[in-house]
């Protein structure tokens, strides 16, 4: 039975997690069909937007009401959402959609961890079970914009939303019959003050994030009002929590140093991780000359390498300290992004791919540990939202360093780029080369690089800042070091 329910844990984290690579696959068919390709980065940001509220707010109505009723609700909203993008006629309705699939998608992590910390009762058990949801996002950035790619080409790309409904409601009926949840509920009073500010103000703020990282626009009267729209709301916020009876952000987690701790090396790993995300394909694409496929191939090895931490980790549970283990990935992150400063135009594929594995490898020792620790250091009527917001950091931290490295590449390539009548290339790195001469050409590509490498520094500064902070990580007295 146990091994059904983590069948369906499995199928849900497959869902939320193919759902953010498949659809960069369908991008061209989709601005052909729907136009408005000036909206395109919001098809991802409505998405992301949306999960990350979700992700707490989902986290703390499971500790109320229980992981099961909130995990088949999260799947419900994920797939109607699912059902109307496949079914949008125009671009923003799209992105109004997207964001419905996104709070389905945004519940689904913070749960699935919190029952995969239930179904097992060992910390060994755990570790794997961890492992395994950390395999799944792995290879979802693999095998996602292949299925996209390959349905778009023999179908259409609006399949590639319609495919997650048969699959979602596999999982909902595996976790209804199987999953029984054994839990005693303390309250049922909802803290719909504190869910509204909180939503109100990070929607303002992460919209800001956004809109900048998009535009690299960071001070327009639109942004400002959000800017203030966000202080006063999440300002709001923390006072009504104080008073709440049962807050839907207890603001006791932030006295627990322990979870403090894990959830800064959240922030600051995950960043490093857009970092790679981002910019990777602009530097292949625009210093090395691959076209988009192989551009895209250069992050494989950290789906895969992450995929074989992840089991690495599992297996080194009880042999080291979960504090070990991270350590050693903070590390291996530390060599990923020291080798990346040093990209240039004359670079090898094979340094790249050695680079990235390393990243790969260490996210997959981390990501398991972060978990099984904010699990231990959390207290069973607060599991789920501990988890919760520790998945928002996760995609929090992914807005905060988009907005930071993109800083970081304008400030170093704008005024050089402008010098050369060649401005508009500043914020992907792409240019028609029919533009210019071979000589200025040369000196894109330079200018190009040393902003991808500026932006690696900048991953370089973050993974020292993850390395101090694995090494404040607490360790349990039952553990063994």
């Known amino acids: 039975m146990m091994n059904k329910v983590f069948a369906a844990v499995l199928l849900a984290t497959a869902l ?15 601005t052909t069909d729907l136009s408005g390709v000036d909206l395109i980065s919001w098809i991802y940001s409505a998405y992301l937007l949306t999960s990350a509220i979700s992700a707490i707010i989902f ?11 909130m995990i088949i609700a999260g799947i419900c909203i994920f797939l109607i959402g699912s059902l109307l993008c496949g079914m949008a006629t125009s671009m923003e309705l799209l992105i109004i959609f997207r964001a419905i699939q996104g709070i389905g998608a945004g519940s689904i992590l913070p749960i699935t961890l919190t029952i995969v910390g239930e179904l097992f009762d060992s910390e060994k058990q755990r570790a794997k079970g961890q492992g395994y949801i950390s395999m799944v996002w792995g290879v979802s950035g693999v095998v996602g914009p292949l299925i996209g790619g390959f349905i778009v080409d023999q179908l259409t790309w609006h399949f590639i939303f319609l495919l997650n409904i048969p699959f979602g409601l596999g999982a909902i009926l ?15 009073k909802i803290d719909f003050a504190g869910a509204f500010l909180f939503s109100i103000g990070m929607v303002a703020l992460l919209y800001s994030l956004i809109a900048g990282s998009n535009t690299q626009h960071w001070a327009t009267t639109t942004q400002i009002i959000f800017y203030i729209i966000a202080i006063v709301f999440l ?33 600051f790993c995950m960043a490093v991780v857009i ?34 931490g992840a ?7 009880g042999r080291f300290a979960n504090k070990t283990i991270i350590q050693i990935g903070t590390v291996l992150l530390l060599i990923s992004t020291f080798m990346l400063m040093f990209l240039s135009s004359s670079t090898s594929s094979l340094f ?4 990235t594995s390393f990243l790969g490898l260490g996210m997959g020792l981390i990501a398991p540990m972060i978990v099984l620790t904010v699990q231990a250091s959390s207290s069973d009527e607060q599991l789920g939202t501990a988890i919760g917001l520790n998945s928002f950091i996760n995609t929090f931290s992914q807005s905060i360093g988009a907005a930071i490295f993109g800083v970081l590449f304008n400030i170093t390539t704008s005024g050089r780029l402008s010098l ?10 792409s240019f028609d080369h029919s533009i210019f001469s071979q000589q200025q050409i040369s000196k894109i590509i330079e200018i190009i690089a040393d902003g991808i490498r500026s932006v690696y520094t900048g991953s370089f500064i973050f993974a020292i800042c993850a390395l101090i902070l694995a090494i404040f990580v607490t360790k349990r007295k039952s553990q063994v070091k």
């Open 59 to 69: 986290g703390k109505l499971a500790d109320l009401f229980g992981r099961k009723k």
């Open 235 to 267: 300002g709001l916020f923390v006072f009504v929590e104080k008073k709440a009876s049962e807050p839907i952000i207890p603001l006791s987690l932030f006295k627990n140093k322990r979870l403090n701790v894990i959830n800064g090396l959240t922030l």
């Open 16 to 30: 939320a997690a193919i759902e953010g690579t498949i659809v960069s696959t369908a991008i061209p068919s989709i």
């Open 420 to 429: 050369l009548g060649a401005e508009h290339i500043n914020l992907n790195g």
């Open 275 to 308: 970092s790679i995300s981002v910019y990777l394909p602009i530097y292949a694409q625009s210093v090395l000359g691959k076209n988009a496929t192989e551009a895209g191939l250069m992050l494989t090895p950290i789906s895969v390498m992450w995929t074989v």
């Open 174 to 188: 595996l976790i209804a019959k199987h999953y029984k949840e054994d839990r005693i509920k303390l309250t049922r």
């Open 352 to 355: 790249v791919y050695l680079s």
């Open 311 to 317: 089991i690495i980790s599992g297996n080194l549970v």
